[in-house]
């Protein structure tokens, strides 16, 4: 990846409130781009985004507003859109599921009409996730022309989202008009199950053990022996940021969808990260919750990551132990000294 790529860049992120969003736009700033994110307010105190403290244009609204986003993008005028809004948790989903639905929706469809009346975006990247296939629970990973689906409204909201995507493509972004009708190339991006520091939202494995952790407390786990494609958050962020370099160029072949994961003999079950984070932090303790009321959630989930590898150059560069390392350390270094290693880890990162 050519980090110089981004100096001067302009770029607008939604979602750059939210975890991965925060991270994304912290990294972009660093490389000189300038930023310009649109999201609700932060949903938890404390939150990375207020944390860093970050020099860009901020405007917190919500996606669904469309009038107001297409103001934004027009007033920002980005060379490259990163779309990674949304409501991203499962168990929220099955309470809210209309609101899950109109955000991963209607609101993937608002960044796109939006974008596509704005002259000065290139390059166009939705961040999807790894739920949106049609979850068979095969041990073979799953590749990007696999069937789109989803058991719960969460997964099922970014399968539609896909279709959104490739409806848009096909439409609006059609590879066959480029550089003749439009200038626009639409790519989006399916990543595991990510951590890192920074992260406090409900019901997600690393942010509930910390939590549990500062209060003295073991954590309750509801399904010790699901098995999910685990990856710090640099990683799928960085084949975003080649991504976008690729479609700015005009490199057509990369408007497609893509998996970002680790490697197949990474993936991990949830009682292998929680034996991990507790050899980088004996204060991680946690039980087995033996209701069986519980939501349904997947058992096993694979991405198949092949073409980001031999196609795009993307690999992933940090193993489980170092990824839930740096993720445990990040958290250790902000309870216990108040420093925040979010710029350390991304020059570790970049080396």
């Known amino acids: 990846m050519d980090f110089s790529f981004y100096r001067g860049k302009k770029i607008f992120i939604t979602g750059?409130?939210?975890?991965?969003?925060s991270w994304l736009a912290f990294w972009l700033t660093r490389m000189g781009a300038n930023v310009a994110g649109y999201?609700?307010?932060?949903?938890t105190t404390p939150n990375h985004f207020d944390l860093l403290g970050l020099d860009m244009e901020s405007h917190l609204e919500n996606i669904n507003d469309l009038e107001k986003l297409q103001k934004a993008v027009i007033t920002a005028k980005p060379d490259i859109v990163f779309h990674l809004a949304a409501q991203p948790l499962v168990r929220y989903s099955y309470l809210h599921p209309i609101e899950t639905y109109q955000t991963n929706i209607m609101g993937t469809a608002n960044v796109l009409e939006a974008s596509r009346y704005c002259p000065s975006v290139k390059a166009i990247i939705v961040v999807t996730t790894d739920k949106c296939y049609e979850n068979l629970e095969q041990q073979k990973g799953y590749v990007e022309t696999d069937r789109m689906g989803g058991y719960d409204p969460y997964s099922s909201s970014k399968g539609c989202a896909e279709l959104v995507v490739s409806s848009y493509r096909n439409s609006f972004f059609n590879l066959n008009d480029y550089n003749q009708k439009h200038n626009v190339l639409l790519a989006s991006a399916r990543a595991g199950n990510v951590i890192g520091g920074g992260d406090w939202s409900e019901d997600r494995l690393i942010p509930d053990i910390i939590k549990s952790a500062i209060k003295g407390k073991p954590t309750s786990i509801r399904f010790p022996n699901a098995t999910r494609p685990w990856q710090h958050v640099l990683e799928p962020?960085?084949?975003?940021?080649m991504l976008g370099e690729k479609l700015f160029n005009g490199n057509v072949d990369f408007a497609d969808a893509w998996n970002f994961?680790?490697?197949?003999?990474?993936?991990?079950s949830v009682g292998d990260v929680l034996k991990m984070a507790n050899e980088n932090w004996s204060d991680i303790q946690y039980t087995v919750d033996t209701l069986t009321d519980h939501a349904h959630e997947a058992g096993l989930l694979s991405l198949n990551i092949d073409k980001a590898?031999?196609?795009l150059g993307w690999m992933p560069k940090w193993s489980n132990e170092e990824s839930i390392g740096k993720a445990i350390a990040w958290y250790k270094a902000f309870y216990k000294d108040g420093t925040l290693l979010t710029q350390e880890q991304i020059k570790l990162y970049s080396l």
Request: charge should be positive; charged fraction near 20%; glycine fraction near 14%.
């Open 309 to 311: 590898k031999t196609k």
């Open 39 to 43: 999201a609700l307010p932060p949903q």
């Open 16 to 21: 750059h409130t939210g975890f991965k969003g």
């Open 261 to 268: 994961g680790p490697n197949e003999n990474e993936v991990l």
């Open 237 to 241: 962020l960085k084949g975003y940021l």
